[in-house]
T-cell receptor, first 119, second 111 residues
Framework: GAVVSQHPSRVICKSGTSVKIECRSL??????MFWYRQFPKQSLMLMAT?????????EQGVEKDKFLINHASLTLSTLTVTSAHPEDSSFYIC???????????????FGPGTRLTVL | QKEVEQNSGPLSVPEGAIASLNCTYS??????FFWYRQYSGKSPELIMF????GDKEDGRFTAQLNKASQYVSLLIRDSQPSDSATYLC???????????FGQGTTLQVKP
């Protein structure tokens, strides 16, 4: 199956600092990647759709200037949480679209996630 | 009405039994249907996807799709304690790849 990596897996930072999370598709090229956030015991919340070579599409209520997304290559998307605050502490998960074949919709494969703690 | 609905559970089954997880969706034009498993503290992992009406089997897992009833299910045969997790149903409404997720059903398999 398709493999997606994320780095770092865990990060602890001070309030006011910026944190960059990388998402890589290891064995396929991904024109489209997605960024999710998940709070404890809650469902996945889609934050934005990242498209290679173009601006990300953010979901309603997600601050574009707070969560910067860059999809500079077909295998790498980055999410930067700027001026992080304790309320940004969460589990951030990326996914990448891989071809399903047969003319069907591509399939999302998830990275292992990044646990962010802002002190 | 939520776009994708699942019973949050928990669904408790004894080891070796069949676990049946259900999901309904509201958009009749939905194209593709996915089941993911998420262990506590981990990210979702793909179990299987289904596009056509009927059953699709993969090992101990069988996905069932009924587009007329807007219903998709996942059967897990010979349930094991290691199957204890939250199972997420996801629906793709168009060809963008964007998924609409249900709230997930928590499955507990008791030894």
């Amino acid at each position: 199956g398709a493999v997606v990596s994320q780095h770092p897996s865990r990060v602890i930072c001070k309030s006011g600092t910026s944190v960059k999370i990388e998402c890589r598709s290891l064995d396929f090229q991904a024109t489209t990647m997605f960024w999710y956030r998940q709070f404890p015991k809650q469902s996945l919340m889609l934050m934005a759709t990242s498209n290679e070579g173009s601006k990300a599409t953010y979901e309603q209520g997600v601050e574009k200037d707070k969560f910067l997304i860059n999809h500079a290559s077909l295998t790498l998307s980055t999410l930067t949480v700027t001026s992080a605050h304790p309320e940004d502490s969460s589990f951030y998960i990326c996914s990448a679209l891989a071809p399903s074949g047969g003319g069907h919709t591509d399939t999302q494969y998830f990275g292992p996630g990044t646990r962010l703690t802002v002190l | 009405q939520k776009e994708v609905e699942q019973n949050s559970g928990p669904l408790s089954v004894p080891e070796g039994a069949i676990a049946s997880l259900n999901c309904t969706y509201s958009d009749r034009g939905s194209q593709s249907f996915f089941w993911y498993r998420q262990y506590s503290g981990k990210s979702p992992e793909l179990i299987m996807f289904i596009y056509s009406n009927g059953d699709k089997e993969d090992g101990r897992f069988t996905a069932q799709l009924n587009k007329a009833s807007q219903y998709v299910s996942l059967l897990i045969r010979d349930s094991q304690p290691s199957d204890s997790a939250t199972y997420l149903c996801a629906v793709n409404k168009d060809n963008t790849g964007k998924l609409i997720f249900g709230q997930g059903t928590t499955l507990q398999v008791k030894p």
